[in-house]
């Protein structure tokens, strides 16, 4: 069981989030056309092993988008950021 | 009732007062409380209890602890019957009936012990050779005998009527394990303030201290500590409680077993609980488990672990032999020998060392214990259980002598319990001192203590939990107690001499085709160990999965550390080098029904019920499911099939006027300056231009451009719009809204709230829809300019407000009512009622699925994540004046090849064919490959008279007139279709916009 600790509610279960991918890759732009940088942002992921930015959905809780560092071999967790105006 | 002549006059831990019947095999037994289930049938010199897995040999009690290998029973009947349950760990209870199991027809006279006979054949790699290689149709034939004779006790069918609970638990410090060392750590972490769960697998506290004479010093201490912690409030402890699992975060997985150790559980209690315990850190306590060594026949009943002997004595007051050898390797066999011999057994003690320890050897003489350095036992002799051992000194194998016993005791040694600690992934090491894997790194939020750190003596045992207990509950906060702790113990057990590794006995001429079990459960011998290492196996993943070593329900706890060491030897390497196989939890068995909790039947998952249900209930509709939802999917009068009804239901509403519940749809409240331009952004449509009181189909993609819902959204104010979804989509696309919303487009002033369950829906549909509901909802204008097709109007009936879009799903002349869902049962009455006078009819998901069809909308099996806007025939209305989500990616080649499958219809050329869901559409007479498409959907059509369906097909519409085959592999079934366009009924859409 992964505790994540959202900056809006307090240290919950993973049980009480989704989870929602990777979240080290900036989003291009809604007015970008180039089908390149959209093709990097949408089927580009790095698969590493130790530290890793993702989101996180409080979909029982608050329903805010959580940024989620976390170690993908312990599972421990280093912070945890609202996704508002944290976004790469 | 016979007498118990194995059982001690005197001592143990057993409650003589409290007499205890109880069957084995129908054989009617009596013991008393505090027994189990193995220690009563050793007092009445019950031997063969089980029969082994593979070959059907006889097998006894080989521990008295969980990690038995062998006296595996099944309990209970009907319901409660519990398959393969340890007689170790089984409390004795009034009334217990306990069985045999993999024998038949009896555990004495088991014919499927002509197994033993094929022993030769039945070797490792047996299964993977006979049947998987070119002899591998030998498994069609073979596979229910051998699943007969091989196997452990079987499960039942009928519904277990004991309940099961979840629960959770928080605190500072977990101590794992009521031992000398769990007790210490929560004494001292108790002491210090911090908030301490012990828990305990057994009945009671005490671990190794429950196995020393009763009323010694040992169990002086015990009482001492209990009464301590008792006194102290933030201390909680939980006996027939195993910790079976550490987990990320500082969880951990318990079970508490609640009434195991009576019939059946009091009033409605839970038989088990489950708890997820989360804690600050963790002291992992949890002892060790004493191993065996192998030789010739070294599974014969009244074979046991020499602490299982200890055990038996001191705990349960039964001795189970009069003659007693016990064979060891290290000094823990003494002192089981002193109790022995002081409880009246002729007793044998043969060390492998040639120097045996002198203390230890000064008090066995004492008590008249014989002892013989330097000598290995070789051999066991007797059939129905052992009555002799053939030893030999160590370097003369061939060198026998016979010593007759109708008990043997075995120690090799101790193997710390380090589960907890590698659940996690931290690796364990081999300690060749102690020759034994004891903790290596540990894994964050966890200390050991005592055994399990390879702490063997009671003194370092309490100075580890102490010292565990005290850091664990620093690390939590908690300020170091200076009150000094009475915690010192009047036994000297360390050990005087080191451990001598020894494995394995050697074999001479005389017991060179004996069997020499290295794990007892799964029948895995020194020959299956050997072969596997000839045949390349020899990596300790490779060996388990070869030989089946290690993976029966005891895990191998008692025989893992022997096969790796055995296989470092076959391959002239040191043990650490053949490393250590992975822990997983659990632990121990856990059963499925604790588990699962009060998770079962219909509490399974959660019930989403449409306000409406009742009334569904109410006039028989049969439901269906639909993720969470139960939905009405038809509504048969008597004796009407699923096909009768709903075709009655469609071509009804097509003739008249039809309700449907529409609750489930998802509904999505959209607000906020920006509302105009966020739904721009994600639908691939234009909603700039969408005026005030107008609908609007629209369809979403995904950002690699594939269709992710379709649904109406309407405006109700300049910066309101209210959004419909997909039932089966609806949680999805909320919470990619959010996404949207909160990390791409920050700056959009809008909010979006899911309205779901707050609305009420239903849809009524039918040439005579308007006319009803111009009668019912008198302050809306209904004709054609007041109320056009995509519009939006708001009234009411009576108090309720009613929010009406003119929205057609089935082709038809349609409106979708939504009202506050308190109001739906009551809205839905009213419709219904006015409605009998244009012949309503109700109809369910079967109907609506029909009509859709018919008229050629796409829906789930279309919209299947696979499919572009194009593919579906609505690639039209992506705009290409604006950027909305997956606008560059559906631009993609692959996205824009011709021969992508897209939307046909198609229907049988011979009309009174049937078509299958599924079936996969070739060009005639080419059923190769994948095909050219597949059906997607079905219904039989009352307007066309004939079976028809929608298909995805290479080319699309481009193939329209063609006839293909459908192809349904699974009933052999071909049938000639053409393709044909999909909107099948009105395409002129004259019917919805009239
Ligand atoms: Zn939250």
Same mark, same amino acid.
């Given at each position: 069981?992964?505790?994540?600790?959202?900056?809006?509610?307090?240290?919950?279960?993973?049980?009480?989030?989704?989870?929602?991918?990777?979240?080290?890759?900036?989003?291009?732009?809604?007015?970008?056309?180039?089908?390149?940088?959209?093709?990097?942002?949408?089927?580009?992921?790095?698969?590493?092993?130790?530290?890793?930015?993702?989101?996180?959905?409080?979909?029982?809780?608050?329903?805010?988008?959580?940024?989620?560092?976390?170690?993908?071999?312990?599972?421990?967790?280093?912070?945890?950021?609202?996704?508002?105006?944290?976004?790469? | 009732?016979?007498?118990?002549?194995?059982?001690?006059?005197?001592?143990?831990?057993?409650?003589?007062?409290?007499?205890?019947?109880?069957?084995?095999?129908?054989?009617?037994?009596?013991?008393?409380?505090?027994?189990?289930?193995?220690?009563?049938?050793?007092?009445?010199?019950?031997?063969?209890?089980?029969?082994?897995?593979?070959?059907?040999?006889?097998?006894?009690?080989?521990?008295?602890?969980?990690?038995?290998?062998?006296?595996?029973?099944?309990?209970?009947?009907?319901?409660?019957?519990?398959?393969?349950?340890?007689?170790?760990?089984?409390?004795?209870?009034?009334?217990?009936?306990?069985?045999?199991?993999?024998?038949?027809?009896?555990?004495?006279?088991?014919?499927?012990?002509?197994?033993?006979?094929?022993?030769?054949?039945?070797?490792?790699?047996?299964?993977?050779?006979?049947?998987?290689?070119?002899?591998?149709?030998?498994?069609?034939?073979?596979?229910?005998?051998?699943?007969?004779?091989?196997?452990?006790?079987?499960?039942?069918?009928?519904?277990?009527?004991?309940?099961?609970?979840?629960?959770?638990?928080?605190?500072?410090?977990?101590?794992?394990?009521?031992?000398?060392?769990?007790?210490?750590?929560?004494?001292?972490?108790?002491?210090?303030?911090?908030?301490?769960?012990?828990?305990?697998?057994?009945?009671?506290?005490?671990?190794?201290?429950?196995?020393?004479?009763?009323?010694?010093?040992?169990?002086?201490?015990?009482?001492?500590?209990?009464?301590?912690?008792?006194?102290?409030?933030?201390?909680?402890?939980?006996?027939?409680?195993?910790?079976?699992? +550490?987990? !990320?975060?500082?969880?951990? #997985?318990?079970?508490?077993? *609640?009434? %195991?150790?009576? $019939?059946? &559980? /009091?009033?409605?209690?839970?038989?088990?609980r489950s708890w997820t315990l989360r804690c600050g850190h963790a002291v992992i306590a949890t002892g060790a488990t004493e191993r065996a060594i192998v030789f010739a026949n070294n599974d014969r009943p009244g074979i046991m672990l020499a602490s299982a002997i200890g055990s038996?004595?001191?705990?349960?007051?039964?001795?189970?032999?009069?003659?007693?050898?016990?064979?060891?390797?290290?000094?823990?066999?003494?002192?089981? +020998?002193? !109790?022995?011999?002081?409880? #009246?057994?002729?007793?044998? *003690?043969? %060390?492998?060392? $040639?120097? &045996? /320890?002198?203390?230890?050897?000064?008090?066995?003489?004492?008590?008249?214990?014989?002892?013989?350095?330097?000598?290995?036992?070789?051999?066991?002799?007797?059939?129905?259980?052992?009555?002799?051992?053939?030893?030999?000194?160590?370097?003369?194998?061939?060198?026998?002598?016979?010593?007759?016993?109708?008990?043997?005791?075995?120690?090799?040694?101790?193997?710390?319990?380090?589960?907890?600690?590698?659940?996690?992934?931290?690796?364990?090491?081999?300690?060749?001192?102690?020759?034994?894997?004891?903790?290596?790194?540990?894994?964050?939020?966890?200390?050991?203590?005592?055994?399990?750190?390879?702490?063997?003596?009671?003194?370092?045992?309490?100075?580890?939990?102490?010292?565990?207990?005290?850091?664990?509950?620093?690390?939590?906060?908690?300020?170091?107690?200076?009150?000094?702790?009475?915690?010192?113990?009047?036994?000297?057990?360390?050990?005087?001499?080191?451990?001598?590794?020894?494995?394995?006995?050697?074999?001479?001429?005389?017991?060179?085709?004996?069997?020499?079990?290295?794990?007892?459960?799964?029948?895995?011998?020194?020959?299956?160990?050997?072969?596997?290492?000839?045949?390349?196996?020899?990596?300790?993943?490779?060996?388990?999965?070869?030989?089946?070593?290690?993976?029966?329900?005891?895990?191998?706890?008692?025989?893992?550390?022997?096969?790796?060491?055995?296989?470092?030897?076959?391959?002239?390497?040191?043990?650490?080098?053949?490393?250590?196989?992975?822990?997983?939890?659990?632990?121990?068995?856990?059963?499925?029904?604790?588990?699962?909790?009060?998770?079962?039947?219909?509490?399974?998952?959660?019930?989403?019920?449409?306000?409406?249900?009742?009334?569904?209930?109410?006039?028989?509709?049969?439901?269906?499911?639909?993720?969470?939802?139960?939905?009405?999917?038809?509504?048969?009068?008597?004796?009407?099939?699923?096909?009768?009804?709903?075709?009655?239901?469609?071509?009804?509403?097509?003739?008249?006027?039809?309700?449907?519940?529409?609750?489930?749809?998802?509904?999505?409240?959209?607000?906020?300056?920006?509302?105009?331009?966020?739904?721009?952004?994600?639908?691939?449509?234009?909603?700039?231009?969408?005026?005030?009181?107008?609908?609007?189909?629209?369809?979403?993609?995904?950002?690699?451009?594939?269709?992710?819902?379709?649904?109406?959204?309407?405006?109700?104010?300049?910066?309101?719009?209210?959004?419909?979804?997909?039932?089966?989509?609806?949680?999805?696309?909320?919470?990619?809204?959010?996404?949207?919303?909160?990390?791409?487009?920050?700056?959009?002033?809008?909010?979006?709230?899911?309205?779901?369950?707050?609305?009420?829906?239903?849809?009524?549909?039918?040439?005579?829809?308007?006319?009803?509901?111009?009668?019912?909802?008198?302050?809306?204008?209904?004709?054609?300019?007041?109320?056009?097709?995509?519009?939006?109007?708001?009234?009411?009936?009576?108090?309720?407000?009613?929010?009406?879009?003119?929205?057609?799903?089935?082709?038809?002349?349609?409106?979708?009512?939504?009202?506050?869902?308190?109001?739906?049962?009551?809205?839905?009455?009213?419709?219904?009622?006015?409605?009998?006078?244009?012949?309503?009819?109700?109809?369910?998901?079967?109907?609506?699925?029909?009509?859709?069809?018919?008229?050629?909308?796409?829906?789930?099996?279309?919209?299947?994540?696979?499919?572009?806007?194009?593919?579906?025939?609505?690639?039209?209305?992506?705009?290409?004046?604006?950027?909305?989500?997956?606008?560059?990616?559906?631009?993609?080649?692959?996205?824009?090849?011709?021969?992508?499958?897209?939307?046909?219809?198609?229907?049988?050329?011979?009309?009174?064919?049937?078509?299958?869901?599924?079936?996969?559409?070739?060009?005639?007479?080419?059923?190769?490959?994948?095909?050219?498409?597949?059906?997607?959907?079905?219904?039989?059509?009352?307007?066309?008279?004939?079976?028809?369906?929608?298909?995805?097909?290479?080319?699309?519409?481009?193939?329209?007139?063609?006839?293909?085959?459908?192809?349904?592999?699974?009933?052999?079934?071909?049938?000639?279709?053409?393709?044909?366009?999909?909107?099948?009924?009105?395409?002129?859409?004259?019917?919805?916009?009239?």
């Open positions: 069981m992964i505790r994540i600790d959202c900056p809006y509610c307090g240290a919950r279960d993973h049980t009480e989030f989704s989870y929602g991918g990777d979240a080290s890759v900036p989003r291009p732009d809604i007015a970008c056309e180039d089908i390149k940088a959209w093709s990097d942002y949408v089927f580009l992921r790095d698969n590493p092993r130790g530290a890793h930015s993702e989101f996180w959905h409080h979909v029982n809780g608050c329903r805010e988008w959580l940024i989620v560092k976390r170690d993908t071999a312990t599972h421990e967790v280093a912070a945890v950021l609202p996704a508002r105006g944290n976004m790469p | 009732m016979s007498a118990a002549p194995f059982r001690l006059k005197t001592g143990g831990r057993i409650a003589r007062e409290r007499p205890l019947s109880f069957t084995f095999d129908g054989r009617r037994f009596e013991g008393f409380a505090g027994d189990t289930l193995a220690s009563a049938l050793l007092a009445h010199g019950v031997a063969t209890v089980a029969r082994s897995f593979k070959f059907h040999r006889r097998r006894g009690i080989y521990t008295a602890s969980s990690d038995e290998p062998n006296a595996l029973v099944s309990l209970g009947g009907g319901g409660r019957h519990e398959p393969n349950a340890r007689a170790t760990d089984t409390e004795l209870f009034d009334g217990l009936a306990a069985r045999s199991q993999n024998c038949w027809p009896s555990v004495n006279f088991d014919l499927m012990a002509v197994n033993g006979w094929f022993a030769p054949i039945l070797k490792a790699g047996f299964y993977y050779k006979t049947f998987m290689g070119p002899t591998r149709g030998a498994w069609r034939v073979y596979e229910h005998v051998i699943r007969r004779a091989a196997g452990l006790g079987k499960a039942t069918l009928q519904r277990d009527p004991d309940t099961y609970e979840h629960g959770h638990l928080f605190c500072d410090v977990l101590v794992a394990g009521a031992g000398p060392a769990g007790l210490a750590a929560a004494l001292a972490a108790g002491r210090a303030g911090a908030r301490v769960i012990v828990c305990e697998q057994q009945p009671r506290t005490g671990g190794q201290l429950l196995d020393q004479p009763a009323d010694g010093p040992g169990d002086d201490w015990r009482r001492r500590i209990m009464d301590e912690l008792a006194g102290l409030a933030t201390v909680r402890i939980m006996t027939r409680t195993s910790v079976f699992g +550490a987990y !990320d975060g500082g969880t951990f #997985g318990l079970i508490e077993r *609640l009434f %195991d150790h009576v $019939r059946e &559980p /009091p009033g409605r209690q839970p038989r088990q038996m004595i001191n705990r349960y007051a039964v001795l189970p032999g009069r003659a007693v050898v016990l064979f060891t390797n290290n000094d823990s066999a003494y002192d089981v +020998a002193c !109790d022995a011999a002081r409880a #009246g057994a002729a007793v044998t *003690l043969v %060390d492998v060392r $040639r120097q &045996p /320890p002198a203390k230890r050897s000064g008090r066995c003489r004492d008590a008249g214990v014989a002892i013989i350095a330097g000598h290995g036992v070789i051999a066991a002799a007797g059939r129905k259980s052992v009555s002799g051992v053939h030893i030999a000194p160590v370097d003369a194998s061939d060198d026998t002598r016979f010593l007759a016993c109708d008990l043997l005791g075995v120690s090799g040694g101790w193997t710390p319990a380090v589960h907890l600690m590698s659940h996690r992934g931290a690796r364990p090491l081999y300690d060749e001192g102690l020759a034994c894997f004891v903790p290596g790194d540990m894994s964050p939020g966890q200390s050991a203590a005592g055994a399990c750190a390879g702490a063997f003596a009671l003194s370092a045992c309490i100075a580890q939990g102490l010292a565990a207990g005290r850091e664990a509950a620093g690390l939590c906060g908690f300020a170091r107690t200076r009150k000094p702790l009475r915690t010192s113990i009047e036994i000297d057990d360390a050990w005087e001499m080191p451990i001598e590794p020894y494995w394995a006995s050697p074999v001479n001429g005389r017991t060179k085709s004996a069997p020499r079990f290295v794990d007892l459960q799964n029948d895995v011998t020194i020959s299956d160990i050997e072969l596997a290492h000839r045949e390349g196996f020899v990596s300790l993943e490779h060996l388990k999965r070869y030989t089946t070593l290690g993976m029966g329900t005891d895990q191998g706890k008692t025989s893992n550390v022997a096969a790796l060491a055995l296989m470092a030897g076959l391959r002239g390497c040191a043990v650490s080098d053949v490393g250590t196989t992975t822990f997983r939890p659990p632990y121990m068995p856990v059963a499925i029904g604790a588990l699962a909790g009060p998770r079962v039947g219909p509490r399974l998952q959660p019930r989403r019920l449409s306000p409406m249900h009742d009334w569904h209930r109410d006039h028989g509709a049969v439901y269906i499911q639909a993720g969470l939802w139960e939905r009405p999917w038809y509504y048969p009068g008597p004796g009407e099939s699923l096909e009768q009804c709903y075709i009655r239901e469609a071509r009804q509403t097509r003739k008249t006027v039809g309700l449907t519940d529409v609750s489930p749809l998802g509904k999505i409240d959209v607000q906020g300056p920006d509302a105009a331009e966020f739904l721009n952004r994600v639908y691939i449509n234009g909603w700039k231009k969408l005026a005030v009181g107008k609908a609007r189909y629209g369809v979403m993609l995904r950002e690699d451009g594939i269709v992710a819902d379709d649904g109406t959204t309407s405006r109700l104010a300049d910066e309101h719009y209210f959004m419909t979804t997909t039932t089966a989509n609806a949680g999805a696309v909320m919470a990619r809204l959010e996404f949207l919303l909160q990390t791409a487009w920050p700056d959009l002033k809008v909010h979006v709230t899911s309205v779901s369950d707050q609305w009420a829906g239903m849809a009524v549909a039918g040439p005579r829809s308007r006319d009803l509901l111009a009668g019912l909802i008198r302050d809306v204008d209904f004709s054609a300019e007041g109320l056009p097709f995509m519009g939006l109007a708001h009234g009411s009936v009576r108090a309720i407000p009613v929010r009406i879009l003119r929205v057609s799903y089935s082709g038809e002349l349609a409106y979708e009512l939504y009202c506050p869902a308190g109001f739906g049962h009551e809205l839905w009455d009213r419709v219904f009622g006015a409605g009998a006078d244009f012949d309503l009819v109700v109809y369910g998901l079967e109907a609506m699925g029909t009509m859709r069809i018919e008229k050629g909308h796409v829906a789930g099996p279309e919209i299947d994540g696979r499919t572009s806007a194009g593919d579906l025939g609505l690639g039209r209305m992506a705009s290409t004046k604006k950027p909305f989500i997956g606008s560059v990616l559906m631009r993609r080649d692959g996205l824009r090849d011709a021969s992508r499958p897209a939307l046909v219809g198609i229907r049988p050329v011979e009309r009174t064919q049937r078509l299958s869901a599924g079936a996969i559409l070739c060009e005639p007479g080419r059923h190769e490959g994948h095909g050219i498409g597949h059906v997607s959907s079905i219904t039989f059509s009352p307007q066309m008279g004939c079976d028809i369906a929608l298909a995805l097909v290479s080319g699309g519409l481009a193939r329209e007139g063609d006839i293909v085959d459908a192809v349904f592999s699974m009933r052999d079934e071909t049938v000639a279709v053409r393709i044909v366009n999909p909107v099948f009924f009105d395409p002129g859409g004259e019917r919805l916009r009239g």
